[in-house]
């Protein structure tokens, strides 16, 4: 089948990362979200992230012009998925959510199209119980920042046909994306191995081998990271790094997997990382300066 329009659901942080590359790669894209704000907000987000590859002289003016022209928006799922061939979840990494979206996608979605979800963790075979073309359902985890990463993480459901799988991996290199195909188990690959390694970092943290600089200085200089484990985990969120920890050690059920107390503590405070402006640093808009929160300093 061709792919020529895709809707994208969630104009957070990667549903308006995922919207860009697609609409920058030619597709007719429109971006889903119930919050108008937050899709004039991905709009300007997106406008100003072209902006920045113009000034790299990695696109041109008229690229932006086109790009931005690709792009429409809804706040209701049945009007933005109805002329769809291909829909990208991309809301809250919460398995409720996200089943409840999947049962609209498929409902109002042309019986051909393929529905793909952006999870890092969540089960492509769980998801895809819940609708009426298992089959066609398929994972699409694309890594943030979505027009400058790479990788695109391709998770085949229990019923994912060979056929989407093949269409989804050759989608993928279209966007100037590497697709690396690998199955339904918890954490796929990515996460499975990247979260206990941030728990770990956490963990030693919350038992006083090491300062928060210390640890993230050890794993950038010693183990060539372009970022260390407490800033990684800060960028991406600690109550989705507690969410996935979560997902593994349900889905494994072995202690290794459990989200460290000091993790716990911390998204319960509401110190999620960039997001909430504090985490393991302390972020100030439109400085660079990492700076350690008060919490860790001795």
Known sequence: ???????????????????????????????????AAQLEKALSTIAKNIDRQISKGAVTEEQKSATLQNITTATDIAVGVKSANLVVEAATENINLKLEIFKQMDAAA????????NTSSISITKIAAVTKR???VIGMHFMNPVPVMKLVEIINGYAT???????????????????????????????????????????????????????????????????GPLQLADFIGLDVCYSILKVLHEGFGNPKYAPCPLLVNMVTAGKLGVKSGEGFYVYTPGSKELVVSDSFKK
């Open 134 to 136: 298992p089959s066609a």
């Open 161 to 227: 046909s060979k056929e989407v799988s093949a269409i989804i991996n050759e989608l993928s290199v279209t966007l100037g994306k590497v697709p690396c195909t690998v199955n339904d188990y918890p954490g796929f690959i990515a996460n499975r191995i990247l979260m206990p390694m941030i728990n770990e970092a956490i963990y030693s943290l919350y038992e006083g081998v090491a300062g928060v600089q210390e640890i993230d200085t050890v794993m950038k200089l010693g183990m060539a990271h372009p970022m």
């Open 110 to 117: 042309p019986e051909s199209c393929i529905l793909a979800t």
């Open 1 to 35: 089948m061709e792919i020529k329009n895709v809707s994208v659901i969630g104009a957070g942080t990667m549903g308006n990362g995922i919207a860009h590359v697609f609409a920058q790669s030619g597709f007719k894209v429109t971006l889903i979200d119930v919050n």
